[in-house]
C-alpha cells in the first residue's frame, strides 16, 4: 500500500537540555507506516538545534513569538502556508498552544488541520486551578497557594509544611526549605514567567509520567507511563524506562473519558511510597519523551495527525514495558552560511 | 508469599520490576533462592535444597532466608498477604 504524502509542520526544534518535542515528533512521524511525510519545521530562533540537525526537515521557517501577537504569528503561518501549503500544523509549546487554539478555524479554513485540547480544557488544567481540577474530577492533588505577591508568603506555613514546591504558570519548579527560599524562586520565576507563582505542597515519591492522546470524544487512543531514571538539574527526563502499571492508565483513561481531551498530553503524577497517586501538573501536548512511546509500540504522533485528518483510529491498547530511553549531547558542525541565511531570509 | 506478575527475572541475576521501574542484581545464590520462591516452593523443600548444597546450619539458613524474604517485600518483587507466609 503506498503511502499518503503530507506536509506537517512542527515547532519545538530546541532539542537542548530542556528539550522541544519537535525533533522527536518529526523523528516518530518519519517512520510512520501511512504516511510519506514532508516537514515544515517553525522556529522561533535561530539556534534551535533542530534548524542544523541533517535530513530532520524539509524546509524551515522562523516565526514571531506568540508574545508579539497572536495575529502576527497566524499572519506568518498563512504567509508560509500560502507557498509550502501545510496539511497538519502540530504545535508543541505550551505558551504558544493558546494562540493556535484560538485560530484553530481561521487554520482550517485555509486547509490547516490541528488537533489541539479545546479551550476549556487548557484552562480549566492550569496549574494555579489544579486543586479545583482535582476536586471535580476526583484526583488527588497537593494543596497549593497561588501567589500574586511576595506579601502571601506567610500563608505558606499556615497552609502547607517546608519544604514546598515553587512553581512558574508555564515552566519552571524550584524545591524552597523556608520563606527565604520562597522569596528567591518567586523573584526568578516571576521575572520569566508572570504572575501567579504556585506554592504547591512537596509530596514525597516518585516521580511518574504518562503520555496519552484523546480522541475529544472521551476515549484514549494510547497512553504510555514511564519513570524517568535520570533527571537533569532543570528536572527533565534524560533516561526513562517504560512502565507496567495499571492504575496510571485507569488514572489517564478515566480522565481523558471525563474530560474528553482533545489532543495529546502528559501527566505528571507523584506515587507515595504507599502506593497513592498525586496528580501535580498536566502538560497539554505532546512531550519530549515521546519518541518512547514510539519505541514502545505506540506512535502517538502518527496517530494524532490520522485524528487531525479525520480518520478513523483505533486505540492503542499495547506497549512493551522496561524499554528504555537514554539522550546524549552531539555537537553539530554547522558553516556560517547556513546561519546566515536562516538569520537574514527567516528560512532555509 | 509470591513474585509479583510485573517482576522479570533473567538467568544472570537482573530483576526488573515493570511495574515501578526498579532494577536489582541478585547474586547467584539470591538467583537460586528467588526462582525457587518464583516456583512457589515449600519453605522446607528450599532448606533442605540450601542445606544439602551448601555448607551451613539451619539457623544460619533461616537467619538469611528471613533477611532475603523482607528485602524482597520491601522492594516490591514479592506480596505476601499473611506475615507469616513464606511458602
Partial sequence: MSKLKITIAVTGLNNTDNPGPGVPVIRSLKESSVFDVRIIGLVYETLEPGIYM??????????????????ELIDRIEEIHNREPINVLIPNFDAELFSFMKNEER????????????????????????????????????????LGSQSQIHEIKE????????????YDAYMANNAEQVKQAFNKISAKWGLPVIIQEFVKGTEVNVIALGDGLGNTISAVPMRKQYITDKGKAWGGITLSDHHMLEITRRLIRQTHWKGGMELELIKTPRGEFYLIEI???IPAWVYLAVGAGQNIPEALVKLALGHEVTPMESYSSGKMFVRYSYDIIVDLEKFETIAMNGEI | M???????????????????????????????????????????????????????????????????????????????????DFK
Fill in chain 1, 54 to 71: 541533517e535530513g530532520l526537515c524539509d524546509k524551515i521557517f522562523l516565526i514571531p513569538y506568540p508574545s508579539a501577537g497572536s495575529d
Fill in chain 1, 107 to 146: 487554520l482550517l479554513k485555509i486547509g490547516i488541520h490541528t488537533f489541539l485540547p479545546t479551550m476549556q480544557q487548557f484552562q480549566e488544567r492550569d496549574k494555579d486551578k489544579l486543586a479545583e481540577y482535582g476536586l471535580k474530577y476526583g484526583i488527588k492533588v497537593p494543596t497549593s497557594i497561588n
Fill in chain 1, 159 to 170: 497552609k502547607m509544611d517546608y519544604p514546598v514546591m515553587v512553581k512558574g504558570q508555564f
Fill in chain 1, 283 to 285: 502538560n497539554p501536548r
Fill in chain 2, 2 to 84: 509470591k513474585i509479583t506478575d510485573e517482576i522479570r527475572i533473567s538467568d544472570n541475576g537482573f530483576v526488573f520490576n515493570s511495574k515501578t521501574g526498579d532494577s536489582f542484581n541478585i547474586n547467584p545464590t539470591g538467583l537460586e533462592l528467588t526462582k525457587l520462591i518464583a516456583l512457589d516452593s515449600d519453605f522446607d523443600d528450599i532448606k533442605e535444597i540450601f542445606l544439602e548444597k551448601y555448607d551451613l546450619d539451619d539457623l544460619t539458613f533461616e537467619n538469611d532466608f528471613y533477611e532475603f524474604c523482607a528485602l524482597l517485600k520491601h522492594n516490591q518483587i514479592t506480596v505476601q498477604e499473611d506475615p507469616l
